[in-house]
């Protein structure tokens, strides 16, 4: 079992990892819209998925997978509202690559995010 650390995303703000990997997959932890240098990013939905995806990305980077190597997401969201905005973000990184995606509503995020995103992936 390998933890996987980047300092292109927002350090653990518990005692957790960024991510692991075992055998051949990657397992991340919830990535919210904290910048690299743990910062909340302002706006709304749309702005903090933006963010989301690429703290993302850079800890599938670190662990040698990619957004195109996910198999599985997990999406919270705190307005389910907000699900159609979300959505848009989300195809802007995923493309024609689709993952399965469970999405859940939940009544409250670390930080007061919008949004969170867990990835399984398989590291190349």
């Avoid at 919270?76 to 802007?92: H, T």
Wanted: aromatic content about 6%; hydrophobic content about 45%.
């Amino acid at each position: 079992m390998e933890r996987i650390h980047t300092n292109s995303a927002p350090a653990a703000i518990g005692p957790y990892s960024q991510g692991i990997v075992v055998n051949n997959l990657f397992f991340s932890s919830g990535q919210i819209s904290l910048t690299p240098a743990g910062d909340m990013v302002g706006g709304g939905i749309k702005e903090q998925a933006h963010q989301v995806l690429k703290n993302l990305s850079a800890v599938l980077e670190a662990a040698g997978a990619s957004l195109e190597t996910v198999v599985k997401t997990t999406v919270f969201i705190k307005n389910m509202d907000e699900f159609a905005k979300l959505n848009e973000v989300y195809a802007e990184y995923f493309g024609s690559h689709k993952p399965a995606r469970s999405t859940v509503e939940v009544s409250g995020l670390p930080n007061g995010a919008l949004v969170e995103i867990e990835a399984v992936a398989l590291v190349k």
